[in-house]
């Protein structure tokens, strides 16, 4: 027999609140996403009038044709596939090893030095420093300038840390030891397989944050052709304010024709790169989630 529970009114009225809540917050969360695939696929004209503010009006694929016709935008998206693949590898070979590391209590010192970490995240040499650092080196206009300074991230090292600290064993170290595995052998053989979810989640956010970055290029290369995507997408956005604004002002004739067309092009393509420059994430994501999940919340219910 099944006993049913009856749930009184302050329940009902708590758990109707719950899904009006999550309604609201899934209408402002979807209605950015519906609108910028409603412009891609909208007439410009009724973009930038604010007639389409839902669903697309004005039936065109002509951005999508123009991103597929543009050759910039193709070497500016095979250049972010290599730098996010290259920057999240080498993100992950830095942080993995010193968040098992200071995770150990057996490691002399590792207070100060996690002490250490910590200042640079309220403290940094600043934007002029780190310039001159990066030429000093001799990275300028390299894909080192893109992934050398921001290759551990202090708060990654410490979300690891807390998971090899809080998930692998401290006897399962010692069993190692005195089978004779060194401390390298234990984490590439033992501790790494046992850290699938950790590894998921660094991934994920190095990857993403490689992904988005636009600000190092934009210091530190001075060659378009090593342009990632965003920066592609930068200048199509710089384009396009220039050419409204030019467009707005007293000028007539053929040249304010051009210029309103190449403003109507900018917005064409703007919409589409945004849609087409965020697949990639948002395909990847349903393989990691369970991991990304699990990573996340492991530790988070322990000391």
């Known amino acids: 027999m099944v006993t049913t529970i009856k749930e009184s009114k302050s329940d009902r009225l708590f758990l109707v609140l719950n899904y009006v809540y999550l309604l609201l917050a899934l209408i402002v969360v979807l209605y950015p996403l519906i609108y910028i695939i409603s412009a891609s696929v909208s007439s410009p004209k009724f973009v930038s009038s604010g007639e389409m503010w839902l669903f697309p009006k004005g039936l065109t694929f002509d951005g999508y044709k123009l991103v597929f016709d543009n050759p910039k935008i193709w070497i500016g998206y095979r250049n972010t596939i290599f730098y996010t693949l290259i920057g999240t590898m080498l993100n992950l070979v830095v942080t993995l090893p010193a968040a098992y590391a200071l995770s150990r209590s057996d490691f002399v010192g590792r207070g100060l030095i996690m002490g250490m970490f910590l200042v640079t995240m309220f403290f940094s040499g600043g934007l002029i420093p780190t310039y001159l650092m990066v030429k000093n080196l001799g990275l300028i206009n390299s894909i080192g300038a893109l992934i050398l300074p921001v290759s551990a991230s202090v708060w990654n090292i410490i979300v690891a840390r807390t998971f090899f600290h809080s998930t692998i064993p401290k006897e399962l170290q010692e069993a ?66 220039m050419s409204a604004e030019t467009t707005g002002a007293a000028i007539s004739g053929d040249i304010a024709e051009s210029m309103a067309n190449k403003a109507e092009i900018a917005s064409l393509v703007k919409y589409a790169v945004i849609i087409v420059s965020t697949l990639p994430v948002v395909a990847v994501y349903p393989f990691l989630q369970r991991y990304f999940v699990q990573g996340v919340m492991i530790g988070s219910v322990k000391g």
């Open 176 to 241: 190692a030891h005195v089978d004779g595995a060194t401390n390298m052998r234990l984490f590439i053989r033992i501790v790494l397989p046992l850290s699938s979810p950790i590894i998921a989640v660094m991934a994920l956010f190095y990857g993403v944050s490689h992904w988005n970055s636009y600000f190092p290029a934009l210091i530190y290369l001075n060659d378009e052709m090593k342009y990632p995507l965003q920066m592609v997408l930068r200048q199509i956005l710089v384009l396009q304010e």
